[in-house]
């Protein structure tokens, strides 16, 4: 049987029942024509209407008198007469022309019909985006046939075990030992249960170092030692396949987080499908499974695999499981790069579908911080493949939030299903690529992997592609929207043409394209005062200290920057029609309003498609569906003349729009569930209050223009405009109470305040004796990762003073003189220094010049040993121009110094490291001796850091709603 029906399935179900029972009994039991006058009369063609004005000027005259009795003379004179030279001044009039319409469409009956409307839209959108399978058990394993089916109970099992510890960062007795051991054991249980296919374990212990190419870790060098992967092959029996697919997941969580999600989902799922696909008959290709230990420290593991292991060679095509919130669907945040073949497979294969290439455009775009072992794969392997993330209840990412039961029944199953479907595609395929879906890509594989051959003739390997509410996927390549884009918009411009000189006798061309070119411009200025009074919007919260206030409410962005959206729009089309052209007819506004905005749309999607962005196709779906149904269809193909029935036209209009604003919402919804988290957690790079604003305006230019030619056909447009506005004084009211405040605690949906927590201790050395310790000081070093820069926290922390909050340096200094974990430092204002004694380091930290050798006067040679825990930092710094280096001893390019500083992120597994380095200076200046600045920083994120006093003081005084990321940290700066 079918999984039960929910609460708010069956509420939504009622809702939309009891509104359309509402609607009818209105239009039944109420309804009445709207009253028409002298004015519709005259100015908008009603001329053989029932005017209402007239009749009821008649009724008051013939009931002036208290009464009028037949006999009397009120009866048998004044009102004979009344209604005897009424009907002579009847004959007298000449004969009137044809009306052209009927009545406006009312008030009630229009939001009447648009409540209903929007009702079921919202049903439709609930059920496709939040439906799930049935979550199998193992009693349906054994009793109802489902052997090589995912079973979500043994998955979830697998995902209770893996997050019993509060976090478990790579380098911690609780991931290197307890969380492998369990995965190791598994794997080799699956392995001992009669496999069908030869399943091979490796257990990786890697070394290695990479330059990050990423635009937000430009000078970064990133050093690993004795890294963790757990790499399990599947081979079909009897003949080795030169071919691979690659499933990739890790185990480690970031620091102070449970990491249900991030990534342990991903790795649980893993494992099932693993079980499955062991006692797969029909195995054609290797599968080999990825459980990497170390994602968390940007990558590490994933590099070490794909540039060391011996099973990388073979990889054709990789799925990356990933995750940046709790729970719900997995979307495609990733393909390629290029090859097109693989969401094509993708479609083919999955059956709960869920992508949006406009997704792939706002990641490729830079605008999202954040990358995933995708980067390494494609970058470091030459690899394509696909990205799929967890991206729903993003707030609880990387927290102690991010639990096993915010993992909600059925969403093990969905991915499931989804990454087994296409463990079997791809293995049962007699070629993991075929040829005939290599056209139009720019990289073309022979089986045989010798050199892959680009073809740099060919560069359209770009796909659009999108779910249709989950249910199955449209994909089609880039070059086609392009095309389709360019000749929708030239067959709407011949479609005006035709139209102008249909309308050349009563309207005139010239009039005709300018009343157009008038309400296009109109429009523009629309959008303009509903980016700039949401702007405004955003930057009273900003003054006022109320940003944020959404983050734990969703609909507050509507109330605060989609319903003040609305309104503008719907006021300046109020202007437009009653004043700038007050001397048109209704008809003809409509008209006009439409097709302004369809050129609008058209011109959008040209651009977009022109510029390679897939979201080309948002616009281009709001221009096709009214072209195509309404304009070619029902006025030129069937000659229906809607001008004479706004009813229907409304209709009509609602039905050529419903797929284009569902698919808009649909999609906004996504991105919003995606990005408010984001916001919440970007340091102060952005105004996170004005991003969502600009978001939100966004969309309501889409539906509003969408929508705004149907305005021009109903009266009292004001009390639109007036609803949508109280609705944003509401939200503006909501969010200066207390109820505004972002962060809470509730268990139920708990929003977190994020920030970093350093126990520091720093030693300044002498530039001359660089064992000489010139100053020393201790504290903790406090960075706030939200707009509010601790003002929040400050009234909980001990011994604050405003004094304490610091402004960073980064041209006097060694990328600021305190202990940053990772290079972001440009992205932090405000962070606070609180003087506290030093940390009682439990192990080693030192830092040793081995050998300086004097080459010549412009160069200098150098070997350094430094010793600490597992995660330590190198910031190096040129101190005079000219200054370059070179023959360092990390396995990877060196430094390229600069007045900038190049950050080095080193990480020892297993053990506190020493590490043995070395490099050369030399300086273009022949006569000037090289020098350098060195910073040398260590930190220690578990384990010690969760009893220090100091940490555990300060965590303690915090309120519950404030999530800390603790270390233990030193640092030495020294001059050579």
Partial sequence: MSSPISVVHYASLFFIYFAILQYVLYVSRDKTAMALTKENEIFMGYKDHFIEERPRESLKRLTKHQSHVSGSWENDVDDFNYILNTVQNIKADQTLSKMEMSSPISVVHYASLSFIYFAILQYVLYVSRDKTPMPLTKENEIFMGYKDHFIEERARESLKRLTKHQSHVSGSWENDVDVFNYILNTVQNIKADQTLSKMEIDVQHVSGAYKMGFSFLPQHTNIYNNVTNIIVKLTPHGHESSSSVLFNSHYDTSINATGASDDLVAVSVMLEVLRVMSKDRNLKHSLVFLFNGAEENILQAAHGFISKHKWANNIDVFINLEGVGAGNKEV????????????????NAVPHPSASSGANDLFNSGLVPGITDFAIFSAHGNIPGIDLVFFSNGLFYHTVYDTEDRVSKGILQRVGENILALAKHFGHSEKIVDEADLHGTMVFFDFGHSDKIVDEADLHGTMVFFDFFGFFMILFPQRILYMLSHILLCAFFIFLVKKSRALKDSVGTGHFISLILKAFIWIIIS???????????????????????WINNYYILFGLYFAPGFSIFIFMQKIFKESIMKSESPVLLEQIVLYANMILFGLLSCVYSHFGLTL?????????????????LVELILEINLGRSPSTLFKIHILCNTIPLAYIVYMTYGLLVFLVPVLSRVFQSVYPDLVAALACSLYACYVTSSWSNLLYMTKNLSRYAVFFLCIWLLSVTYVFTPMGFPFTADPS?????RLIAFHVRRNFHNAEVYEKVDSTDSGLFLVSFDIFKHEHLTPYMKNYKPEHRIQFDFENTIYTDFPQYFPLAQSINDPIYIPDVPPDFPYEISFEMLNKEQISKNEVSYTFRVKGPDRISLIFKRKNPGTKMKNWSFPTNHPNLTDEAWFCFIYNGFSNGTLDFSFSLTNDNPDTTPKIDISFITHSVHTFSEVDPVLVDFRNSLPQWAHPYSAVSSLDIYHF
């Avoid at 393909?335 to 097109?340: A, H, K, L, Y």
């Avoid at 281009?620 to 304009?631: D, G, K, M, T, W």
């Avoid at 949906?749 to 305040?753: D, E, G, L, M, R």
């Fill in 616 to 632: 080309g196709f948002f616009p281009f779906l709001i221009l096709a569906f009214p072209f195509i149904f309404r304009l070619v």
């Fill in 749 to 753: 949906y708990p929003v977190p305040s």
């Fill in 527 to 549: 959008f303009g005062f509903i980016f700039a009074f949401s702007a405004f919007t955003s930057q009273i919260l900003y003054t006022c200290g109320r940003h944020l206030s």
């Fill in 332 to 347: 495609v945040f990733q393909t390629g790069p290029s090859n097109p073949w693989i969401i094509k497979a993708y479609s």
